[in-house]
């Protein structure tokens, strides 16, 4: 008979906010409490900031919080807390080195050269802790502290003594460091967070997070984009589409012309995403416009991002064409944001249709246009990753959500900046054609993943009564290269009685 194994259940983990609301998701709630963790990057990524924000979500909370600092005096952190908005009342500041410490004739090292005993400056410290009896401490930086202990075996047992000391007290410690090289202060953290920032050669510099360990605790691994800004860090977590489902009725809706519902075999349906895909100027925003009054005729609540143009222009071009929003925006059932690829992170601009969503409770997205999306990206490959996920994510929800996608040249060879079509559950082509002297557009859909749809090609006319779209132009010929012919009696929309008699 085997001998009986006792099993230990896991204690429940004690969680302590970081006062950062993203990287608490990112990190399963936040950090464990009386651990040491270090938190690196370069100067200039936001790492006192960070920290004065885990100081203050503490104060919050009725802890007491220690900045302990070796690379910048209390007024300069007071000043930077003030940048932000911040009153560090509540925490205590404590100057590791100061003038004193300056002197010719003062000790040249933070810790005595003892294996056992610390040195003088850092039982100051101790002795402070004591007095003081913080839950949160706040170590800045470890690379002053690296060098004034000289060499490595000191500068490591130097951080085991603090680690210690501050576990036995029951202290929640971030140690800043410059350095991100540092393999064995790796080991002996709980936890490593490192800052990135990378510039780009316009626009804002870029911004990530990276938790590359955490222990006991199932966090979110990979990169994650942040914002330093007044304020302070906003983390932006990365979507994961399988986190959000939900149920939603798969019924297609209208949208908003028979025609156009006879083409996608029904209409728009719930949980898909429909890629408009044309040249500049054959109306894609203009019929993603008439899906989405379409959708907030019916009381639904809709997002429009908008890349390219200006919100005044687009709802003065939507007025001229008989479909005003203004109504919509003043209900609130509409909201129209006006996005700068430039400054915005693919991590910020998830975050932003997350908030569409589930905070404003919108069922129809609508993306305008990709472009300016694809050109925000550091790559074609975190573009497709970026949008498969952001689209999933939609899906999952049950939103209706509309791409435009605009193609290099006008007639004949266009072509794409990138190919999305997989991606796409429904794609509605829009091709200029010409006849009888006119420049005439020409609409069909070539997938659907849930519809059975038209196979064939209508005309699409834009006028200040809004759209039509015609008959299916079975008598031409070539339509989608962009060198049509035309080859029948087919009445079009404009014209189509004089167009029909002269071939008789």
């Known amino acids: 008979m085997a001998a009986s194994q006792t099993t230990r259940a896991p204690s429940a983990r004690n969680i302590v906010s970081t006062g950062v609301a993203g990287l608490d998701c990112i990190l399963a709630g936040g950090l464990s409490r009386g651990r040491l963790y270090l938190f690196e990057g370069r100067p200039g990524t936001g790492k006192t900031t960070l920290a004065l924000q885990f100081l203050l979500n503490g104060v919050a909370a009725g802890e007491r919080g220690l900045y302990v600092t070796l690379s910048e005096s209390a007024d300069e952190l007071e000043f930077a807390a003030a940048s932000h908005g911040w009153s560090l009342d509540g925490i205590e500041i404590y100057e590791l080195v100061n003038e004193l410490g300056l002197d010719p004739d003062s000790e040249q090292s933070v810790l005595h050269p003892s294996e056992v005993e610390l040195g003088e400056t850092v039982r100051e410290v101790i002795d402070r802790v004591d007095v003081l009896r913080p839950q949160r401490v706040v170590f800045d930086s470890l690379s002053e502290l690296r060098l004034l202990a000289q060499n490595p075996l000191r500068y490591r047992r130097q951080i085991l003594a603090l680690k210690q000391m501050f576990a036995a007290r029951g202290c929640t410690v971030l140690l800043l460091d410059d350095n991100s090289a540092d393999v064995q202060l790796h080991s002996i953290a709980h936890g490593v967070v490192v800052l990135e920032q990378s510039r780009r050669e316009f626009g804002a510099a870029r911004r990530r997070i990276n938790v590359l360990k955490m222990r006991g605790t199932k966090f979110r691994g990979g990169l994650h ?113 006006e996005i700068n690829p430039a400054e915005l992170s693919p991590g910020e601009f998830a975050c932003q249709v997350r908030n569409a969503v589930e905070d404003n409770g919108s069922t129809f997205v609508a993306i305008d246009s990709l472009n300016a999306y694809i050109h925000a990206m550091p790559g074609e490959e975190y573009l497709v990753l970026q949008m498969h996920e952001l689209l999933n994510y939609l899906n999952q929800k049950g939103v209706t959500t509309i791409l435009v996608l605009g193609q290099h040249g006008v007639i004949g060879d266009v072509r794409s900046d990138i190919d999305l079509s997989y991606l796409s559950d429904a794609i509605l082509l829009f091709r200029y054609f010409e006849a009888k002297g006119e420049v005439r557009t020409a609409l069909s859909v070539v997938k659907s993943r849930v519809n059975a749809h038209e196979r064939t090609i209508r005309e699409l006319k834009l006028s200040s009564d809004g759209i039509q779209v015609g008959d299916a132009l079975t008598d031409f010929q070539g339509i989608l290269t962009g060198l049509p012919s035309y080859e029948g009696k087919v009445p079009m929309l404009k014209g189509a009685a004089s167009a029909a008699s002269a071939q008789q």
């Open 225 to 337: 984009d942040f914002v330093l800004d007044t304020g302070g860090v906003e983390v932006f977590p990365s979507l994961v589409a399988a986190d959000h489902k939900a149920p939603f009725d798969p019924n297609p809706a209208s949208t908003g012309l028979t025609e156009l519902d006879l083409l996608l075999g029904g209409g728009l349906v719930p949980g898909t995403n429909t890629l408009l895909l044309g040249p500049s100027g054959v109306g894609k925003t203009t019929t993603a416009i008439r899906c989405l009054l379409a959708a907030l005729e019916r009381g639904a609540h809709g997002t429009y991002f908008l890349f390219d143009e200006g919100r005044p222009t687009m709802l003065a071009r939507a007025r001229m064409l008989g479909m005003d929003l203004d109504a919509h925006i003043a209900s609130g059932a509409l909201t129209i944001v």
